[in-house]
């Protein structure tokens, strides 16, 4: 069973930064793409970035380009979002979706989620 | 970016009835790349489609879709309880990958 869990959220100052985390399991982790979405309460997703498998490749939406940096570690079976210079507009639930190949494509699973909260 | 709009806002159907969603695209989508997703209250997203009209594995075959260029439909067959849901199309056609507004399909 593909397992995909987020850890690292949390409430932030604005302006400061955060590293969420995706343990994944249950699948060959170095054989996907992978990538974070978020969804702000009662909105709609917003894809944030994606990685390919050897991490050869990343792609950011404009909103966060310069801000956040994805990474993954195939060793250990984990993805990254390194994010700073957060701002109140990046207040979601960021999820961790696994992809198909190079940076684009469906998400045929995805994790539960962790609440990145930005407030003052 | 590639503008997808979804219609109607919300369905308002009855469980057994036919369910037909709408996703309109800014402009066309490359090779039909649009994919569908149910999420539940409290949820994450879950695919249902890809590729305009593949169903993903263990989708039921109440659900299917259609469409190419700029016009794509999600039909359910017959409702189910757990259908009663949002859905979202989404295209990756092109970076940045982008999601409708979502459709709101609730019991009537």
């Known amino acids: 069973e593909v397992l995909l869990v987020e850890s690292g959220g949390g409430l932030v100052q604005p302006g400061r930064s955060l590293r969420l985390s995706c343990a994944a399991s249950?699948?060959?982790?170095?054989?996907?793409?992978m990538h974070w979405v978020r969804q702000a309460p009662g909105k709609g997703p917003e894809w944030v970035s994606g990685?390919?498998?050897?991490?050869?490749?990343?792609d950011y939406a404009d909103s966060v380009k310069g801000r956040f940096t994805i990474s993954r570690d195939n060793v250990r079976n984990s993805l990254f979002l390194q994010m700073t210079s957060l701002r109140t507009e990046d207040t979601a639930f960021y999820y961790c979706?696994?992809?198909?190949?190079?940076?684009?494509?469906?998400?045929?699973?995805w994790g539960q989620g962790t609440l990145v909260s930005v407030s003052s | 970016e590639i503008v997808l709009t979804q219609s109607p806002g919300t369905l308002s159907l009855s469980p057994g009835e036919r369910a037909i969603l709408s996703c309109r695209a800014s402009?066309?989508?490359?090779?039909?790349?649009l994919a569908w997703y149910r999420q539940k209250r409290g949820q994450a997203p879950r695919l249902l489609i890809y590729?305009?009209?593949k169903r993903a594995s263990g989708v039921p075959d109440r659900f299917s879709g259609s469409g190419s260029g700029t016009d794509f439909t999600l039909t359910i067959s017959r409702l189910e309880p757990e259908d009663f849901a949002v859905y979202y199309c989404?295209?990756?056609?092109?970076?940045?990958?982008?999601f409708g507004g979502g459709t709101t399909v609730e019991i009537k």
């Open positions: 990685i390919n498998w050897n991490s050869g490749r990343t």
């Open positions: 979706a696994r992809g198909i190949s190079g940076t684009t494509g469906w998400f045929d699973s």
């Open positions: 590729n305009a009209s």
């Open positions: 402009q066309s989508i490359l090779n039909s790349y």
């Open positions: 249950g699948f060959n982790f170095d054989d996907y793409a």
């Open positions: 989404q295209q990756y056609g092109s970076s940045p990958l982008t």
